[in-house]
Nanobody
Framework: QLHLVESGGGLVQPGGSLRLSCAASGFSFGLYAIGWFRQAPGKEREAVACITNRAGGSGTANSVKGRFTISRDNAKNTVYLQMNSLKPDDSAIYYC??????????????????WGPGTQVAVSS
């Protein structure tokens, strides 16, 4: 059974950085693309970034391009989201999700098979 758990969220000042982790278990991690999504109160879920199963490619939403970087370590069954130059608008619950795809990834949330419970990120002074 696919199991994902996010960690690394917290409170940070504008301009600060956080690194989120998504730990996976219960499935062949190397067969799945991983995506990060976020949802703020009263807003729709928004795609953030995705990475292919073998880390050969990635995609990033325009809203975070140049500030957020996605990476993965298949030996550790973990995907990371490095978030720099954080803004108050980045405040949300961040979720990671798994999508069985080979050598591609999508920012379309509807294709993802399993989701973690989320980790809260708050950007405020």
């Amino acid at each position: 059974q696919l199991h994902l758990v996010e960690s690394g969220g917290g409170l940070v000042q504008p301009g600060g950085s956080l690194r989120l982790s998504c730990a996976a278990s219960g499935f062949s991690f190397g067969l799945y693309a991983i995506g990060w999504f976020r949802q703020a109160p009263g807003k729709e879920r928004e795609a953030v970034a995705c990475i292919t199963n073998r880390a050969g490619g990635s995609g990033t939403a325009n809203s975070v391009k140049g500030r957020f970087t996605i990476s993965r370590d298949n030996a550790k069954n973990t995907v990371y989201l490095q978030m720099n130059s954080l803004k108050p608008d980045d405040s949300a619950i961040y979720y990671c999700a798994a999508d069985r795809q080979d050598n591609t990834c999508t920012l379309n949330a509807s294709t993802y098979d399993a989701w973690g419970p989320g980790t809260q990120v708050a950007v405020s002074s």
